[in-house]
């Protein structure tokens, strides 16, 4: 992949009609991380602990930053998740034509006024289960 530029995001209530959010400047994308169960025997000779990588996987936060625009449809939307007790689904899509679709909620909601530059609002997503990538063509 090359450089973000023109990479877009969107949210649905359904996973079917999507609605791009307006203004991103930035997005971080997820990072997957993985439990594991301690079985380091008691009688344990090598001095280091044992691991079996047999816990979950959980597939992180994504975090995306804004132009603040409270006309646009897909940022009043996203306000709207914020204050649902609902997941909601969300999709970003490369330069290139890769899809990434997860399922989330809302976990953070910032906001930053600066002196001498735009105002931008900075949203996190908790990810419910496992992401679905789609490769670009």
Do not use: C
Not at 3 to 13: A, E, N
Not at 38 to 54: H, L
């Amino acid at each position: 992949m090359g450089q973000g530029y023109k990479t877009q995001f969107h949210r649905s209530d359904d996973g079917l009609a999507y609605t791009q959010v307006a203004g991103m400047l930035e997005i971080e994308p997820n990072e997957v991380s993985r439990g594991s169960s301690d079985v380091t025997p008691i009688d344990g000779t090598s001095g280091y602990m044992d691991y079996d990588p047999a816990g979950l996987r959980d597939a992180g936060e994504v975090s995306i930053t804004l132009i603040w625009n409270e006309g646009d449809t897909g940022q009043q939307a996203l306000a709207a998740d914020l204050e649902s007790d609902a997941n909601a689904y969300y999709k970003v899509i490369y330069p290139e034509g890769t899809e990434v679709e997860f399922i989330g909620h809302i976990t953070g909601w910032g906001q930053s006024v600066p002196r001498d530059d735009k105002i931008t609002r900075t949203v996190k997503f908790k990810i419910s289960g496992k992401p679905t990538v789609t490769p670009g063509p």
